[in-house]
């Protein structure tokens, strides 16, 4: 297994081995997912839009549907303006979405295509809406893609409205899982705040089997939420790297003011999410709430000696990877390889901040590959690899446990339909990271040693 | 509801256009007519197709199975990334060969590559991989933005194989070009071809040699094939491309005859081989019981030798031996059913007999990326108009190569045995559908859901991106390009796990949790006292 990535650090300048993260228009189109009766659209050629569609569907499990504006050789010359047309006439006649969200791709990027003159030139129903995000793959990550999304959201359709306040807090989720979504909103509602998330995946990406396939499933913020989340007080922006710009583009289109949080993934975060709720709201924290903070410490405290200084290497999407490293930073872990496909400097200075703090000596890396952080692997060994199903074959090749966390989980079910944001998220970390770290010791324990009781 | 009546309301609800161009690419299967079908031509912009471009027919499906080379692709990093490990295409390490199946290398182009050109950075691309890994050779495949900006990936190519002394390869495989994955099995064929087959040195074959082509060893099928092949005593030269190598595909023109599974992808190769070096190709299928009977007895009868058919017979008996009392129970479990069909450019086809032979019926079959040939076949190939899509994608002429052509069987001999067998022929997928079973090509999301909803059948064989709206409609849908992780499905023994797999899939017990026992009876419990009415 990947018997040929040499031990000896190699710097490559030119070739990216094993990628660490895949292109905008992926992102792009999961997050338009978080719109209810939206179907996606790639202006592009056929093979970009069925590879999402692909990838997105082995995550979930669950049907993605998009659409495409099928470039041709003469499309790619000519431009893609007439093929958009038609797809978007096609699309509403025969699908009828409430809502197209269009992605770019390298392809309409590279030709210049006015994807927004395009669309005011569209035959768009009464009452429909189209709107469209520019996502080169060329740039940035799938999370540029999604944050892009986001953003595209609050440009084309939030309505600002000083007089007329709705009192609700906005909450921009990130790049996570409809499970992740749900919890979210749970804590929200045990804390009686009012919110508008969006998107919302949930609902959507998680749809229950009723023997009848819904194209729209019942979930999604509708147009109307989106609208009026340019009425809201506040707007929560979960995870600079994915949620950021649309709580920026909020505030300056609509005047609502915006806060940029850590995915709230461990307690910290959590804690940040509550109180950052609590504060702006007057909200009182419920016993319940309470109750589940307190198992968690519970739990953290005395399962400590299964993880406590465990050297760890995390890998993913940005938001999701600076928070895990935060909680494992938390709960005695030593995060001693962090890196990142997605590309950002600020990534490496929050890391490292994280990491001085705790005196924590550790590699840390954005625009990164697998093929390097194997490399480091080689180099100075962990005792656990935490990131998606492409830590695999590292997993594999050097023995070590891997937990499955982040985008795309491709081999393991169920995943996401359960949260590892909030309290009950972190307790879920917690018994992933403790149990292959077990599981570990029970394979590899002589008969004497292997024990009943851990 | 009938098929026809079926076919007429999806026909309603489409704007004229669409309506006029999808009708032509459908038929209800009529053995009184002559029919036609449309294929391989555009995908309607916004119409919900499954295809995918022409990279993934080239790097995706027909190059990146070659173990020992590395696959750049130049381009933003999301083609390399979707194609890595996601096609099953298996592979394993002999000796202390190099295998790179398990990586996945890509030039991640960036904003300034788009403006000021990506020459440089493939350049650099390629020593590093050169220093880092030393491969056999490598390949390189263009992406959408390549063509556009102009690298000239050729010329690249050219100075790498003189600065670095291997073979490395270009393909213009952008995803643009021709109309799905199919114009990028053109462009593998045409390379791989032009540049690599037979450039082994010509040698003398053994006298049983063949080669297995369009057999890409998803989930381990050309394993299987192979272990039923090697048991009767053949040799194989080269499996293109599943579980290929550099070194074998040099010298696929050693061998004395070549069979083929998966027509779409490698017809061109099977031709030109035959053309340029006289090795004549036979169409096979190694899926089902009967149809890898079939085939093994062709393979048998082509070299002639009463040697060679009796031990033929001896492991096809042994074979059966092993598997006719399972798969006598899965079709117990399955009797009865019928099925969809919506599988790439074979596998609509190939399966329909193994479906059967578990008691299941093909009422709908189709391909993603087939051309005419492939369901009417290929006696219609003179007749196939080529538009502007598929005038685009270059083709490949070779001549005979006098010093190296060599017929293993004589020309009388071969004509005598394409009357018994599809020798340089293919019949394709409707002339064994039943009257009144439907075809479709390029079937898409809307056709699927309408089809399903009024002809209910109980197994739909496609994709990743149909099985889910399938099964949510309470139809259990089987994978047949990855087969849900499991497989080999070909061959003898791949019947039975094929047939256990749909068995499990159709009786599974979760379905029947589907309605709610509230909604299956009243809850509400109450008694009527006499003396008052009900309101």
């Known amino acids: 297994m990947l018997n040929h990535t040499p031990k000896e650090i190699y710097e490559k300048k030119s070739l990216v081995i094993n990628p660490a993260k895949t292109c905008q228009p992926i992102g792009a189109m999961y997050a338009a997912l978080g719109i209810h009766g939206c179907l996606p659209h790639s202006h592009g050629s056929q093979g970009c839009c069925s590879y999402h569609r692909m990838h997105l569907t082995r995550h979930f499990r669950d049907p993605i549907v998009a659409s495409t504006s099928s470039f041709t050789e003469g499309a790619s010359v000519f431009g893609g303006l007439s093929n958009l047309k038609t797809a978007i006439t096609n699309v509403f006649t025969i699908y009828k979405p409430e809502i197209i969200a269009i992605n770019t791709t390298c392809l309409s990027e590279t030709i210049g295509d006015d994807v927004g003159s395009i669309i005011q030139d569209a035959d768009v129903p009464e009452g429909k809406v189209v709107i469209h995000a520019n996502t080169p793959s060329y740039a940035g990550s799938h999370i540029t893609g999604f944050s892009n999304m986001v953003k595209a959201m609050v440009t084309y359709l939030a309505v600002a409205d000083k007089e007329n306040k709705n009192g609700k807090t906005n909450i921009i989720p990130g790049f996570v899982n409809p499970g992740d979504m749900r919890e979210i909103k749970r804590i929200a509602k045990l804390l009686g705040v009012p919110i508008t998330m969006f998107p919302d995946t949930s609902g959507v990406v998680d749809s229950p089997m009723t023997g009848k396939y819904e194209m729209f499933p019942r979930g999604g913020a509708t147009v109307e939420d989106i609208a009026a989340a340019g009425k809201s007080d506040l707007t929560i922006a979960l995870g600079r790297f994915a949620s950021e710009a649309g709580a920026y583009e909020l505030e300056k289109k609509c005047k609502v003011a915006s806060s940029v949080l850590k995915t709230p993934i461990g307690i910290e975060a959590t804690d940040a999410l509550v109180m950052e709720l609590v504060r702006a709201t007057g909200a009182d924290v419920p016993y319940e709430l309470e109750e589940e903070r307190g198992q968690l410490v519970d739990i953290m405290t005395d399962t400590h000696y299964h993880y406590h200084g465990k050297k760890v290497a995390v890998f993913g999407d940005p938001d999701i990877v600076i928070a895990l490293t935060e909680f494992f930073i938390g709960i005695g872990m030593k995060p001693i390889h962090v890196l990142t496909g997605t590309p950002g400097q600020s990534f490496e ?36 690899l935490v990131g998606n199903t492409y830590g695999k074959f590292i997993s594999k090749a050097e023995d070590i446990p891997l937990v499955r966390i982040g985008f795309p989980v491709l081999d393991r079910s169920v995943h996401s339909y359960l949260p590892v944001v909030g309290y009950k998220g972190a307790m879920r970390v917690l018994e992933m990271v403790s149990n292959a770290l077990l599981d570990k010791v029970d394979v590899d324990a002589s008969d004497e040693d292997f024990e009943l009781v851990l | 509801m009938s098929c026809k009546k079926c076919l007429d309301k999806v026909m309603d609800t489409y704007p004229s256009k669409v309506k006029k161009n999808r009708e032509k690419h459908m038929l209800i299967k009529d053995s009184d007519e002559t029919q036609e079908i449309q294929a391989n031509t555009r995908a309607i912009p916004g119409i919900i197709t499954n295809r995918g471009c022409a990279y993934a027919g080239c790097k995706g499906v027909v190059i990146g199975p070659l173990r020992d080379m590395v696959h750049i692709v130049h381009g933003p990093v999301g083609c390399s990334y979707y194609a890595w490990g996601t096609r099953r295409n298996k592979a394993k390490t002999k000796g202390d060969e190099k295998n790179f199946i398990n990586y996945c290398f890509t030039t991640d182009m960036q904003e300034s590559d788009i403006v000021f050109g990506g020459e440089k950075k493939l350049r650099e691309a390629i020593r590093e991989a050169v220093e880092l890994f030393n491969p056999a050779a490598i390949t390189i495949s263009a992406t959408c933005p390549v063509g556009l900006i102009g690298d000239d990936i050729k010329a690249i190519a050219a100075e790498a194989e003189i600065e670095h002394g291997i073979q490395v390869l270009a393909f213009d495989c952008e995803g643009y070009k021709g109309v799905s994955q199919s114009a990028g099995h053109h462009i593998a064929n045409n390379i791989l071809m032009r540049d690599v087959i037979g450039t082994g040195e010509r040698v003398e074959p053994p006298k049983y040699s063949v080669n297995i082509l369009g057999e890409y060893n998803i989930g381990g099928d050309g394993w299987e094939i192979s272990r039923i092949l090697n048991k009767i005593g053949y040799d194989i030269v080269s499996i293109m491309t599943g579980d290929g190598t550099y070194e074998e595909l040099k010298n696929t023109h050693n061998a004395n005859l070549n069979v083929v599974q998966c027509h779409r992808s490698i017809n061109y190769i099977s031709e030109m081989l035959e053309t340029k070096y006289g090795t004549p190709w036979l169409k096979v299928n190694f899926i089902g019981v009967n149809e890898t009977i079939k085939t093994l007895r062709n393979m048998a009868e082509y070299f002639g030798d009463q040697e060679l058919i009796d031990r033929t017979e001896e492991v096809i008996a042994e074979e059966l031996s092993e598997i006719e009392e399972p798969l006598e129970l899965f079709k117990k479990m399955c009797e009865g059913k019928t099925a969809f069909l919506y599988v790439g450019g074979s596998r609509a086809h190939h399966y329909q007999g193994l479906l059967k032979e578990i008691g299941i019926e093909t009422v709908m079959a189709g391909y993603e990326f087939g051309h005419r040939d492939d369901y009417e076949g290929r006696d219609v190939i003179p007749y196939i108009k080529l538009d502007a899509d598929t005038r685009n994608i270059p083709d490949l002429h070779v001549e005979k190569d006098e010093k190296q052509y060599r017929l293993y069987l004589p020309e009388s001999k071969l004509e005598a045995l394409k009357e018994k067998m599809p020798l340089g022929q293919y019949d394709g997928l409707i002339k064994e559908m039943k009257d009144g079973t439907i075809v479709i090509d390029d079937l898409n999301h809307y056709e699927t859901e309408m089809l399903l909803k009024a002809l209910k059948p109980d197994i739909f064989c496609s994709g990743i991106k149909d099985k889910f709206i ?32 749909v068995s499990a ?21 109450g008694e009527i006292n006499e003396g008052v009415i009900p309101c």
């Not at chain 1, 490292?352 to 692997?377: C, P, T, Y």
């Not at chain 2, 309470?474 to 791949?494: E, M, N, R, T, V």
């Not at chain 2, 899939?505 to 419990?525: A, L, M, Q, R, V």
């Open chain 1, 349 to 384: 200075l929050e890391v490292n901040e994280m990491l001085n703090k705790a005196g924590v000596e550790g590699r840390v890396k954005s625009g990164g590959d697998l093929f390097e952080l194997h490399q480091w692997i080689k180099n100075e060994p962990v005792d656990l």
């Open chain 2, 470 to 501: 399938s099964q949510k409609m309470g139809i259990f849908s089987k994978q047949l390009h990855s087969y849900d992780y499991s497989g080999p499905y070909a061959g003898f023994k791949g019947a039975v796990i094929f047939a256990k797999d």
């Open chain 2, 505 to 525: 899939g159709i009786n599974t017990p979760t379905w029947s949790h589907i309605t709610p026992p509230w909604k299956k009876e009243p809850i509400i419990e």
